[in-house]
C-alpha cells in the first residue's frame, strides 16, 4: 500500500472518526481527519491527500457537494486523488451517473468492518 500514503477522512461522526482514524494510523497511513463538507475542503487543499474518504450526510456542504467539487475544481489539487463514498444512503444506483462516474468507490459504512478499508485502500492502488 505505497501509493495511498496520505489519507483524508471526512466524517461527522466523532466515533466513526475516532475509529477509522486509529485504525488507519496503525496501519502506517497518515490521516487527516475533518468533521464537515468545508472543513473536508480545507483539509484537501492544505493536505493533498492520495486517497479521500468521504461522508455523504454531514452539515454544512454534503459529500456529493465536496466530491464534486474536489473532482473539478484543480485549486484543491484533489482532481487525480481517489475518492471513495462513505454513506449509508441505499446502493449506486440510486446515485446519478455524474456522481458515479466521479468517485472511485462508494461503501455502505453500516456493512464496513475494519479490515475492508485497507482491501478498499488495496483495490485502489
Same mark, same amino acid.
Given at each position: *500500500?505505497?501509493?495511498?500514503?496520505?489519507? #483524508?477522512?471526512?466524517? &461527522?461522526? =466523532?466515533? #466513526?472518526?475516532? #475509529?477509522?482514524?486509529?485504525?488507519?494510523? /496503525?496501519?502506517?497511513? /497518515?490521516?487527516?481527519?475533518?468533521?464537515?463538507?468545508?472543513?473536508?475542503?480545507?483539509?484537501?487543499?492544505?493536505?493533498? =491527500?492520495? #486517497?479521500?474518504?468521504? &461522508?455523504? *450526510? *454531514? =452539515?454544512?456542504?454534503?459529500?456529493?457537494?465536496?466530491?464534486?467539487?474536489?473532482?473539478? &475544481?484543480?485549486?484543491?489539487?484533489?482532481?487525480?486523488?481517489?475518492?471513495?463514498?462513505?454513506?449509508?444512503?441505499?446502493?449506486?444506483?440510486?446515485?446519478? =451517473?455524474?456522481?458515479?462516474?466521479? *468517485?472511485?468507490?462508494?461503501?455502505?459504512?453500516?456493512?464496513?468492518?475494519?479490515?475492508?478499508?485497507?482491501?478498499?485502500?488495496?483495490?485502489? /492502488?
Amino acid at each position: *500500500m505505497a501509493g495511498l500514503r496520505k489519507i #483524508l477522512l471526512v466524517e &461527522d461522526n =466523532p466515533e #466513526l472518526q475516532k #475509529l477509522y482514524k486509529l485504525y488507519l494510523s /496503525e496501519h502506517g497511513f /497518515e490521516v487527516t481527519t475533518a468533521s464537515d463538507g468545508e472543513e473536508g475542503l480545507e483539509a484537501a487543499k492544505a493536505n493533498k =491527500p492520495d #486517497l479521500i474518504f468521504l &461522508d455523504v *450526510m *454531514m =452539515p454544512k456542504k454534503d459529500g456529493f457537494e465536496v466530491l464534486k467539487i474536489l473532482r473539478h &475544481d484543480a485549486n484543491y489539487g484533489c482532481t487525480k486523488a481517489k475518492i471513495v463514498i462513505l454513506s449509508n444512503l441505499g446502493d449506486t444506483n440510486k446515485v446519478s =451517473p455524474e456522481v458515479q462516474k466521479d *468517485m472511485d468507490g462508494y461503501v455502505m459504512k453500516a456493512e464496513i468492518v475494519l479490515s475492508d478499508l485497507l482491501e478498499i485502500i488495496k483495490s485502489l /492502488e
